[in-house]
């Protein structure tokens, strides 16, 4: 039995695509189909673009119009061919040979249509691969121009920056020109009010030189005056010091007298020393004496076995 076939035109859904986009698809297709004059078929990529879609849409439709277009052109037989009803009258060998002999053109067709499926989607493959080619050279393209708008913009703001670093430091420059100007005023205003004190000062001087003139010519006659008091009173001054001078004497001859008496008491102390020290020998002398007579007397009383104590009390009693 023979599956009924879908109407002219008419082409399965597929869920994984919305409708729109599938519409989309199948319009752009036709018209560019319509542009070539039904010669060529579309390209997917050129289909994609008109209809603005993704490619894997794009493709999938497109395979599916193709599909569709040459349901069209060879639409398949829908009635019991005439070859099969006289063999079926005949004998049942030749309906099979004839069964068989469909079914081996059912297989070729088959295979043809294979064929044409693979070439196709090597063609779409292809469409595809060329699409992505073309899209990596736009894209490079597109990047080396976003590069090259970056290199100038970034030229630009480095510009930029330097002609408001350039301003900046003019206006710097300016304002210390200006400040400097102004400083240089005020320092000349400065050095004539100096110069205005100088002369005032230059003129009181003048004043205080005319000033001190006469008051050294004051103080020249106050000290000739001074002299000739000085030389009145060297007289009286002399005879003053005559005076302290025999003092001086006799306060001299006194103190000679006592440093005599001092060196001969210390004469004296120096006898009463030396005699003092005679006396101190001659008591070491003594002692030693009384040492070794002890020490000799200690011998005795060893050699004789008598004790110390009992050897002097005894010596006491004799």
């Given at each position: 039995?023979?599956?009924?076939s ?5 082409l399965?859904?597929s869920?994984?695509?919305p409708?729109d986009?599938?519409d989309?698809v199948?319009?752009?297709a036709q ?5 070539n004059?039904?010669?060529a078929?579309?390209t ?9 879609v993704?490619?894997n849409?794009a ?6 119009w193709r599909?569709a277009?040459r349901a069209?052109?060879?639409p398949?037989?829908v009635t019991?061919?005439e070859a099969?009803t006289q063999?079926h009258?005949t004998a ?8 068989q002999?469909?079914?081996?053109e059912s ?7 294979w064929?044409t499926?693979?070439s196709?989607?090597?063609r779409?493959?292809?469409e595809?691969?060329d699409?992505y ?16 708008a970056?290199?100038?913009?970034q ?5 930029l920056a330097?002609v408001r670093?350039?301003?900046?430091e003019a ?6 020109a200006?400040a400097r100007a102004?400083?240089i ?7 004539r009010a100096?110069?205005?004190r100088a002369?005032?000062?230059h003129?009181r001087a003048?004043?205080e030189?005319a000033s001190l ?5 004051q103080s ?6 001074l ?6 009173t ?5 005879q003053e ?6 003092a001086?004497r006799l306060?001299?001859?006194q ?7 001092a ?5 004296k102390?120096?006898e009463d020393t030396a005699?003092a020290?005679?006396?101190a020998?001659?008591l070491a ?5 009384e040492?070794?007579h002890?020490?000799?007397l200690a011998a005795l ?5 008598i004790?110390?104590g009992r ?8």
């Amino acid at each position: 039995m023979i599956a009924p076939s879908s109407p002219a035109g008419a082409l399965p859904m597929s869920t994984a695509i919305p409708a729109d986009v599938r519409d989309r698809v199948l319009q752009a297709a036709q018209e560019l189909y319509e542009q070539n004059g039904r010669e060529a078929m579309p390209t997917v990529d050129a289909v994609r673009r008109q209809a603005r879609v993704d490619m894997n849409a794009a493709s999938v439709v497109m395979r599916e119009w193709r599909r569709a277009q040459r349901a069209q052109s060879a639409p398949l037989a829908v009635t019991v061919p005439e070859a099969v009803t006289q063999a079926h009258s005949t004998a049942l060998v030749v309906l099979w040979q004839t069964a068989q002999q469909l079914a081996n053109e059912s297989l070729r067709a088959a295979q043809a249509a294979w064929e044409t499926e693979r070439s196709e989607a090597e063609r779409d493959r292809q469409e595809i691969a060329d699409a992505y080619e073309r899209q990596a050279r736009e894209r490079e393209q597109a990047q080396a121009l976003l590069e090259t708008a970056e290199r100038t913009h970034q030229e630009a703001a480095q510009t930029l920056a330097e002609v408001r670093a350039a301003l900046a430091e003019a206006l710097t420059r300016a304002e210390r020109a200006e400040a400097r100007a102004l400083e240089i005023e005020h320092r000349t205003e400065d050095l004539r009010a100096e110069l205005d004190r100088a002369h005032q000062d230059h003129a009181r001087a003048r004043t205080e030189t005319a000033s001190l003139a006469g008051e050294l010519r004051q103080s020249q006659e106050a000290v000739a005056a001074l002299r000739a008091q000085r030389d009145m009173t060297e007289a009286g001054k002399t005879q003053e010091a005559e005076r302290l001078a025999q003092a001086a004497r006799l306060e001299r001859d006194q103190l000679l007298g006592e440093l005599v008496a001092a060196r001969a008491a210390t004469a004296k102390a120096q006898e009463d020393t030396a005699e003092a020290r005679e006396r101190a020998a001659g008591l070491a002398g003594k002692l030693e004496s009384e040492q070794a007579h002890g020490a000799a007397l200690a011998a005795l009383l060893a050699r004789l076995k008598i004790p110390a104590g009992r050897a002097s009390g005894d010596g006491e009693h004799s």
